[in-house]
């Protein structure tokens, strides 16, 4: 499957590293094929963060939600310290 970017990146200097690469496939059913890099199997995962933004295999939004969530309140804690230091 990974074939011709294989090939592609090698012309360029470039090596796809098995060990660092991890893949998230999307589809109906069970999912038969691996995807592998230079005869290594790569690793699929359920999730993963992309700019910031958690995906899902199944395209729950819950996930998201929950870290823009926390996130938020994590800012949000952050100022309000703030806020104390400046007022001394």
């Known amino acids: 499957m990974t074939t011709n970017l294989e090939i592609e990146a090698k012309k360029v200097g470039l090596r796809i590293s098995a060990e660092k690469t991890k893949a998230m496939q999307i589809c109906r059913g069970q999912v038969t094929d691996p995807i592998t890099v230079g005869g290594q199997n790569i ?3 359920d999730r993963f963060t992309y700019l910031g933004s958690v995906l899902t295999y199944d395209s729950d939004t819950e996930a998201e939600v929950i ?3 926390l996130k ?3 800012v ?3 100022e309000t310290n703030l806020d104390v230091y400046d007022q001394q």
């Open 43 to 45: 690793d699929d995962v």
């Open 67 to 69: 870290c823009r969530v």
């Open 72 to 74: 938020a309140a994590s």
């Open 76 to 78: 949000s804690t952050h």
